[in-house]
């Protein structure tokens, strides 16, 4: 059977921010390390906090990062600088699949997913919004940086950070919880999340020419330290719970978009292709959510396609069994289609920028 042929594939751009301290670096290195085949780009305020010397090798003698140490991304430049290295990190000729932002400790969030949404640049998506809480200094961080209310509210994906060191860990992800809007919020340890969150992982296997990290750990020399390459994928402290759903039946635009404004807490990443049957028969959409962002993209259906609708949901916590349900709700086998009925779905094609961010 014939499967939709992909798109123009364009890559996610994922903010990491959050305090002085919270280990955003931590977690960035983890990613780095168990990403599989997918190469990451990155741009960081602090060149030196990362391991240079590994991040030279996987990406190519460092081609993947663009390093500034002029102060606040946010600060220092604005979206059309921004546009410069976003360009410079997206040419095909780097292979590169996703790109992480490490904002500076005192960057403003809210500022660099605007600049990220303002981009011009047709090959990168806004990947959402990742807010780094440190769990043991939690409570001195909100007295000192009440803004903190602001930015765990803004997050798509939150990373209660260090529980291992929390006096009362269930206290702060409590709090977290109260203080997100319907954000994923993922407890960590060493700043350990599945990378899957964050960006769909290639295998080893498909990436050719280049070393990975895990190249680099699973072919130690001979007298290293074993327990340093030990394999941590399994020891994550978080996992994440997904759900495929397929359909030969087209979706209703209205249900489905009803399903989207509703989407539960914790429902991170949707990612896939919707027919919408008689609503658009030329045209297959590709759908891309995070958090609260939501974009369509219409894509031409091939001849030789299977009109089929293909989902996966990923998130924390979420009853997939439900969401199941509900997805089978969408569908219609009505033969017609009302003028009206994709008005909801173009409001995510046409102005995804203002529309996602602060409506969805």
Known sequence: ????????????????????????????????????????????????AIEIDAMAVAGALGDSTVSLGNGCLCCAVDAS???VYLERLARPSTGI???????????????????????????????????????AEFDDTRAKHPEIDRH?????????????????????L???????DRAAVVPAIYGRIDPEFLFECRPSEERIGQLSFDDLDHHHEPGEDHERHEDHSGHLH???????????????????????????EGLYRIKGYVDFGPYDVRNRYAVH??????RFYPEPWGPADTRLTQLVLIGSGIDASALGKELEGCKSDAPHADEQGMWGVLRYVRDPEEAAFEEA
Do not use: W
């Open 1 to 48: 059977m014939s499967q939709p042929s992909p798109g123009p594939q364009q890559i996610p751009v994922v903010v990491l921010a959050g305090f002085l301290g919270s280990g955003k670096t931590t977690l960035l290195n983890h990613l780095l390390h168990r990403s599989g085949g997918t190469r990451i780009g990155a741009v960081v305020n602090d060149f030196g």
């Open 81 to 83: 600088e921004l546009d």
């Open 97 to 135: 699949d996703v790109i992480v932002i490490e904002a500076s400790g005192l960057a403003e969030p809210q500022e660099l997913v605007r600049m990220v949404l303002a981009s011009e640049h047709p090959g990168i998506v806004y990947g959402g919004l990742v807010e780094v809480v440190d769990a």
């Open 152 to 172: 765990l509210a803004l997050a798509d994906l939150v990373v209660v950070n260090k529980l291992d060191r929390a006096a009362d860990g269930e206290h702060v």
């Open 174 to 180: 409590a709090v977290v919880r109260e203080l997100t």
């Open 238 to 264: 978080t996992g994440y719970d997904s759900l495929s759903f397929t359909s030969e039946v087209a979706l209703d635009p209205r249900r489905l978009i009803a399903f989207l404004d509703t989407r539960p």
């Open 289 to 294: 959510a995070v958090g609260r962002f939501l």
